[in-house]
């Protein structure tokens, strides 16, 4: 089955300890991307990767890493999480050099970080 | 369930009507356009795509209309079931810009 997964689902953490939500995808997709959702504030990409070594910053990507080893994988790091990168995040992936196709997403990760 | 917006502009429909959820998105030189689903607890799911060279698209079920002139999107839904029922979200991509930038979505709510 075409899919992106993402783990872990839920995650409870401190300040401070370094956490990565790993996401990957079986369609052998060009681009992936990460986001965040806020109430209020809608869905806001925090990094990109055009394809494998080549990644940049999204609207908000302070506070985050990610890194782009294999073509199916795009973890994102948290080096120092801090409460407000508390959020619901996705990983999302589409065939193509932009995002400009139908970009399918994974089932999100809820963090909470106290 | 997950709370996807606290404050989204809702659409209550009957069971069997037809369903019409509008956007206003904001970059006229955007070229690529998408409709999103999301369930409570889930991604995003992809419904139906328009580029810029078209100004009608119909799926199963659903039409997406676009009006560049205004800068409008819709998303029709027909025979609305309640299995509908989610908060839909517009999305644009301007030709050469490497995201998606998504409204803030319509909840849609069914009455039997």
């Known amino acids: 089955e075409a899919q992106v997964t993402q783990n872990p689902r839920y995650l409870i953490t401190v300040t401070g300890k370094k956490l990565t939500v790993t996401c990957s995808q079986n369609m052998n997709h060009e681009y992936m991307s990460w986001y965040r959702q806020d109430p209020g504030l809608g869905l806001r990409q925090i990094y990109y990767s055009m394809n494998v070594e080549v990644t940049d910053k999204g609207d908000v990507p302070e506070g985050y890493k990610v890194s782009r080893k294999e073509k199916r994988n795009f973890p994102l790091i948290l080096e120092s999480p801090s409460p407000n990168q508390t959020s619901l995040y996705f990983c999302a992936s589409n065939h193509g050099l932009a995002a400009n196709n139908e970009q399918f997403f994974g089932p999100g990760t809820r963090l909470t970080v106290l | 369930g997950e709370s996807v917006g606290l404050h989204l502009p809702t659409l209550s429909v009957q069971e069997g009507d037809n369903s019409i959820i509008n956007c206003a998105y904001s970059?006229?030189?955007?070229?690529?356009f998408i409709w999103y689903k999301q369930e409570s607890g889930k991604g995003p799911q992809f419904i139906i795509d328009?580029?810029?060279?078209?100004d009608k698209r119909q799926g199963q079920r659903v039409t997406v209309l676009l009006n560049k002139t205004v800068k409008h999107l819709s998303l029709q839904i027909a025979a609305t079931q309640p299995g509908d029922s989610a908060v839909y979200f517009c999305?644009?991509?301007?030709?050469?810009?490497?995201?998606?930038?998504f409204g803030q979505g319509t909840r849609l709510t069914i009455n039997p």
């Open positions: 328009i580029r810029s060279n078209m």
């Open positions: 970059n006229s030189a955007s070229d690529y």
């Open positions: 999305a644009e991509n301007m030709e050469g810009a490497q995201k998606l930038v």
